[in-house]
Structure formats: structure tokens, C-alpha cells
């Protein structure tokens, strides 16, 4: 943490956080060093349930790149074939990990991915970029970074991106919600919302944060509130459908969306488009509104406006 420069609100956070930075690492060795995709999904059970969907995550990054090299292939595919099926969304922010790393000839065909979660890529190249260019993601907030890909709808591409931006800020600021707000408030106003929803995803997935420093963060986002619950509720989902959760996640989904764990993760499920679209804007931003507005339409959340 200090070596990065980012915020050290106490021990425990700290070394909560340092933690999930090495067994992403170790997800990473896996899923490169394994002689198969078995051999590595062997490895990533044996990870303690709380921090196995960072190992995925590193799993990602590390079958993206694993099947980047010249005669190989299929790692990301057995991966998720496998019980990576139950971290998907780990797994998805994990190739995003690996686009901000490789060559773009490099990168892999993101049309070959769940229509769906492919987006999660560009949320894990914003995380990347913000944890390790922090002087241009976070400490310039007003610094432009054109992207483009070919998973469609680029105009959107830069909404993604802040959700990873805002879950890196989770790191970046220690878990301390009130210095997360400080730097979320530094961007601009139009970016809010996004950064808000990276950061709900992150503080009920990675935690590190007490009932009261919560409560506090929700009061913070105002009028992102939904943004904020639209995010912890996917984090929330994620741990579900993986069998991960923990004290926190029920922590989590009481707090910032103001309902169950179960709950929460239902209405991602419930909520999840059956059929792609033709929309001007990707079926996943539908998929985020569409939970955002079913929290806010059983009062689990405030119904203030957030755009």
C-alpha cells in the first residue's frame, strides 16, 4: 500500500488488501502454470472461499494471456467451462487485466465472451489502469484516456470504465469511505454515478469497512445512492452465485441496498436480460438501471434521482 501510494486507514484494512493483491497473483500462476485448465481449477478451489474470486479474477488475466502466446490456447475457455462458471464476473474483470497488459494485436476476441459480462472486461482494465497509472487515472482526475474496442457500443466505453475506476478507488483509498468520496467528488460531476457504482461493487465484495463506515458512505453518494446499491448488489450476486458469501456481504446488502443478501442477488438474476437488445445502449447498462430502479421501486433504497 505505501509502496503505491495509497491510503492506510488502519492495520486490518491494510493487510486485508495487500492479501487480495497476492492471491490474485497466485489465481494468475495458476491459470498460467497449470499444464491444463483442470490442473489450475484444482488449485483455485483450494483458495479460502472469501478471497477465491480474487484467485479467479488473477485467473482471468492469466488464461487471457496464457492463450495470447503463439501455439496456445483454450486456457480462458476451459476456465470458464470449469467452476470458473461460478466466477464469471471475477473471471470476465480478469481479461480486462490482461488487455491493459498485452499488445492490442494481442488482445482476445472479446466477441467470443457472454454479451452480457464482457463489459466486466472494461471495468477490469479501468481497475488496472487507476491501480497502476494512478498519477493519470486518479490523481488527474480531469484527464482524458480515449479507448476503443470491438465488443461494440463504444460510446459507452468509457462509462464501464469508471466503474472499474471507481472499484479501484476502493484501493486506492484504503477502504476509508470518506477518503474514497473525496476522490470520487474530484472527478467530474457526469462521472459520478459510475465511479459510485464501481465503488459499491468493491466495498461489498472486498470489504474492509465497519457498519457505521458504510452507513457513512451512503449518505456520502446522495443522489448516486442507486448507483452505489447497483453496484454492491452485483458484488453481492457474484458472491452468491460463487458460494462465497461471507459476514460482510450480508453486511453489505442490509447497508447499501437495504435489503437481504438474497434479495439482492435475486433481483441482478430477475433482472437479467433474457434476449439481446437493439438499443442505442449496450443490454448491460439496461441490466444496471433495471436494478437500480427494482431496489428503488420496493424502497430498499433511496428513490432520489441519479443520473
Not at 488527474?140 to 470491438?150: I, L
Not at 461471507?246 to 437495504?258: D, I, P, Q
Amino acid at each position: 500500500m505505501e509502496v503505491r501510494g495509497f491510503h492506510v486507514k488502519n492495520a486490518e484494512a491494510k493487510a486485508r488488501l495487500e492479501l487480495i493483491g497476492e492471491v490474485f497473483l497466485e489465481g494468475y500462476a495458476y491459470a498460467v502454470e497449470a499444464a491444463s485448465p483442470a490442473e489450475a481449477e484444482e488449485l483455485l478451489e483450494k483458495v479460502a472461499p472469501d478471497m477465491r474470486g480474487f484467485a479467479y479474477e488473477g485467473a482471468g488475466m492469466g488464461a487471457a494471456v496464457y492463450d495470447s502466446l503463439p501455439g496456445h490456447g483454450g486456457r480462458l475457455e476451459g476456465l470458464l467451462a470449469g467452476e470458473g462458471r461460478h466466477h464469471d464476473y471475477m473471471v470476465h474483470v480478469g481479461v480486462g487485466w490482461a488487455m491493459a497488459r498485452l499488445p492490442r494485436p494481442l488482445w482476445p476476441d472479446i466477441r467470443t465472451t457472454d454479451p452480457l459480462l464482457r463489459w466486466l472486461a472494461l471495468d477490469g482494465y479501468g481497475f488496472h489502469q487507476a491501480y497502476f497509472r494512478t498519477g493519470a487515472y486518479v490523481r488527474d482526475p480531469k484527464a482524458q484516456h480515449p479507448f476503443r474496442w470491438n465488443g461494440g457500443h463504444n460510446h459507452y466505453t468509457p462509462h464501464a470504465i469508471d466503474q472499474g475506476i471507481g472499484r479501484a478507488l476502493w484501493f486506492v483509498g484504503g477502504t476509508d469511505p470518506e477518503v474514497v468520496t473525496d476522490l470520487i467528488r474530484a472527478y467530474p460531476e457526469r462521472r459520478h454515478g459510475d465511479l459510485y457504482a464501481g465503488a459499491g461493487l468493491a466495498c461489498a465484495y472486498a470489504g474492509g469497512v465497519s457498519e457505521h463506515e458504510l452507513a457513512y458512505f451512503v449518505a456520502s453518494a446522495g443522489r448516486h445512492r442507486r448507483s452505489l446499491a447497483q453496484g454492491a448488489a452485483f458484488a453481492t450476486e457474484a458472491r452468491v452465485k460463487a458460494g462465497t458469501v461471507n459476514s460482510h456481504t450480508h453486511l453489505a446488502a442490509r447497508v447499501v441496498c437495504g435489503t437481504t443478501a438474497e434479495r439482492a442477488s435475486r433481483v441482478c438474476r430477475d433482472t437479467r436480460p433474457e434476449a439481446p437488445g437493439r438499443g442505442a445502449a449496450p443490454d448491460y447498462e439496461t441490466w444496471r438501471r433495471d436494478i437500480a430502479e427494482e431496489l428503488a421501486s420496493e424502497s430498499l433504497i433511496s428513490k432520489g434521482a441519479d443520473q
